[in-house]
C-alpha cells in the first residue's frame, strides 16, 4: 500500500510539473500583451517598451518560467504586471469565496443525490423512480445560468429573502451575512451536479441490486433494503467516488458561470477579468491551482477507492 | 437580446470604462437628470452611498494605470492637481489657488494653498508638486499620459508656496490637462500608491477588493467644504442583469442601467430616478488608410454615406449622432453632420468611381465587449451598397497589440473615450487618422492659440478637415443612463470629463 501511495504521489508531481508548463506555454500563444493594456491608448511606443522591460515581459520565456516556478516552489505566485499586487495573496482572498461555494454545493448535492439516487434505483419499476429519473435529466438539460436567474428572480427580487448577488464587503466578518450571499449560488450550483450524482448513483445502486451477492443474502433471508444496506451501499458507493473526482473539476468550472452570474469575488470571476486583461502571471497561477486542486482529489479519491475496496489495495 | 448602452460598455482609453459616468445638468443630454437637484430635505451625513459601475480600475496607481476608470473613481475625489475640472470641464482652482500666465503663454506661476495636506496630515510642499509633475515630463516616464504635458520643459519652486511651470511653447490645452491624470500631485518619494492612493481630496481611500467594490470613506480634515456622505463604495458589476438586479433590491443606490428595456421598466416608478446625460464616447469606425482600397477617399466616404446613424441609434436605443469626433459639449463644436450624410445610392456611385462597383471584400475588428448589434448593424447596412463585411470579434488586449500598435485591419470599430482627443489623429502612428502636412498644422495652431477664439478656429477647422476626409466613420456619441434610489441626489449625470465628483451625493434621511 505504502509503495503504491508513493507511485501515485511522484505521478502527481509529474503531471503538476507537465501541468505549469503546459499553462505557462499555451497562455504565451494568446494575442495581445499585458503591457500594451497597461498603457493604454495614450502611451508612445517608447513608453510601451519600458513598461514592458520594468514589468520584466521583455526577459526570454525559460528565465520567465523559470522564475516563475521557483517562486511557486516556495509558495510565492509573484505579482500581477497590471496592479503589482501579490498573486498569492490574491488567491487565498477569492478562495475565502469559491471554496466555500464549491464545498457546500458539494455538500448539498451529495446530500439531495445520494437517498434520491437509492430511491429512484429501490423503485425503478414503479412512477416515483421513474418520475425521480426524469427530473434528473431535466437537471441536466437546463443551463446553471438560467438556473441561477430564475433563482434571482424567485427569492432575491421578488421575495427580497436573499442578496441578488455580491458578497460582503468586509468578507466573513458576518459569517451570517457571507453566507447567505452563498445561498443561492452554491444552491444553482448544486441543482446541476446533484442531477449528475443522481443518475449515477441510480445506475451503481441498480448494479448492484441485481449482483449475485445481493441474490445470496436475500436468499440468506434478508429483506431488499437489509441486503442493500449491509452489503449493496458499499459496492455501489466506488463509482460514485469516482465520479465525484472527476466531477469536482466540473464544479470549479461551473463556478466561473456562477460567480459571473451572482457578482461573486471569487476564483472564477478573477480568471475570467485577469484573462481579458492579458495579466498572465495572475492567470497562470489561478490556473495552475486550480489543477492542482483537481489533481489532488483525484489522487484523494485513488485512495478513497483503495480504502472501500480491499480487491484494489493489493492491485497496481 | 440585452444590448447594453454604449455608453455604459467601454473606452478605448483602457479596460476602463466609462461605467458609472456622469454629471449634473446634462444640457447635451437629454433631461436635466435626476441626479443634480438638491434633496432640499435633511440629508444623513453619516450615510453609506454604494454605486454600481460595470468595468474595474485595473491598478490604482494613478501615475502608471492608464484607461479613464481609475481617474473616475479618483480624480478629484482622493487625488487633487494644481486645478481642477467640473463635470462640463471648466476648469477651476484646486491646490493652486491662483496662477498666472505671462504674456508670451510660456510661463506660468501657481500660487499653493496654505492649508493643503495629504491623508495623514503632512502639508502638500512646492517640492511635492515639483517632483509630481517632473516624474511625468521625465524622458523616461511611464506615465501614460504623460504626452498631455509634453509642452512642459521645466517645474521649479522659487519659494515654499509658488511652483512655475516653464513651457517650450504655448500650450492651450495646458490648464485642462493639469486637471487630468497627468497632474495629479503626489507626496514627493511616494511609493505604493496602488495599494494606498493617498491624496489631498474630500475622500480618502478605504480599501478595494479586488472584482468586487471599492470604498472611500470622507476626509474630515479636508480644507474645503466636506462632502456630504460618510463613505461611498463602487461595486463592480460586469453582468447586466446583476447590475439591474442590485439596482431593483437596493444593493445599489445608483447604478448603470444601458438596457433599453430595463430602463423603460423603472420609468414611473416613484421607486426610481432614471438619469439620462451625455458622454464623452465616441463610437468611432476607423478606415485603415494604410493598405488596401481605404487609401482611396472615395470608398471611406462611400461607406460613410452607406450607414444610417439614426437606425443604429435606434438599434441601440439611446445616442446622438456626431459628424466629427468633436462633441457638442466641446467650445471648438461645429455641426457637421451634414457632410456624407446617408445616401445608399450615392455611396454605390461613389464605390463604382473607385473601380468597386463590383463589390468590395473588407475586415472589421471590433472588441467583444461591444454589443454584437453594432458590428452586425454595420455589416447589413455596408452589405446594402455592396461591400462584404468580415466581422472579427477580438478581446480588447488582441485588438491594442493587432488593430491599435500592429495597424493589422481593415475597419475598426471602439470607444475612444476620451475628452479632447482631437490631436490624437495627427499623431505619427497612430492607428487611423491624418496624416498630411495641414491637419498637423491645424492642430498645432489649436494647441499653441494665443486666444481661446484661435484655437477653436484652429480645431473646428482640423475638425472639419477629418470628416472631409472622411478618416473615419462617427457612428454615434453614447448617452449615460443612471438609475438611482428615489433619496439619493447629487451625483454627476453627464460623463464629459473623465471624472465621477462624489462631493455634492447627498443622501436623504429616511
Redesign the interface.
Known sequence: MAVIILRRLGLLVVSLFVASLLVFALLRL?????A??????????D??L??RH?IGADRSLPAQYLDWMGGVLTGDFGVSA????SVSA?LS??LRVTAPLVGGATLLALAVAVPLGILAAARHRRASGVALSALSQLGLAVPAFWIG?ML?TVF??DW?LL?????P?D?WADPVAAARSLVLPAVTLAVVEAAVLLRFVRSATLEVLNADFIRTARAKGLTRGQALRRHGLRNAALPVVSILGVEFATLLLGAVIVE????L??LG??LV?D?????LVKVQGTVLLVTAAVLVVGFGVDLANRLLDPRLRSAR | MRIRTLAATVA????ALAACGSDGGGSGGSGSGGGSASTGGRANPDATVTIGAVL?P????IT????VAVGQILLGNVYEGLLKRDQKGVVSPALATAYRISPDGRTYTFTLADNAAFQDGAPVRAADVVSSLTQVIAP???N?????LASISAVSSPDAHTVVLTLKERDSGLLFNLTGPAGVIVRQSATGL??RPDGTGPFRFD?W?????I?LVRNDAYRGPKAKVARV?F?????T??QN??V??G?VDVGVISDNDLVDTYRGNPKFVVAEGTTTDKFTLAFNQDRGPLADVRVRRAIRQGIDKDGLIKVLGAGTRIGSPVPPLDPWYEDLTNIDRYDPAGARRLLAQAGHGGGLRLGLTIPNIYPPSIGDYVTSQLREIGVTVEVRR?????????V??KHDYDLSIVD?A?ARDLA?YVKP?YYFGDRSPQARDLAKAGATAASDADRNTALRGLARRYSEDAIADWLLLGKARQVARVGVTGYPTDDVSAVYDLSKIEVLKS
Do not use: C
Open positions: 494568446l494575442p495581445g500583451d499585458v500594451d493594456v497597461l498603457a493604454g491608448t495614450s502611451a508612445s511606443p513608453q510601451v519600458r513598461i520594468e497590471l496592479s503589482g499586487a490574491e482572498e477569492k436567474l434571482i432575491a427580487v427580497r442578496p441578488a448577488g455580491g458578497f464587503t468578507g459571473n452570474v451572482f457578482a469575488p471569487g470571476q478573477m477579468a484573462i481579458g486583461n492579458r495579466d | 478605448v482609453a483602457g479596460l474595474e485595473t491598478s490604482l496607481d502608471r494605470a492608464s484607461g523616461n516616464s511611464t501614460p499620459h504623460a504626452s498631455d496602488d495599494g480599501s477588493r479586488r472584482g468586487d467594490s470604498t463604495v461595486r463592480y458589476l460586469t453582468d442583469n446583476a438586479n442590485a431593483r433590491t444593493q477580438v478581446e480588447f488586449p488582441a485588438w491594442l497589440t493587432g491599435y500598435t475612444h476620451e490624437f502612428g
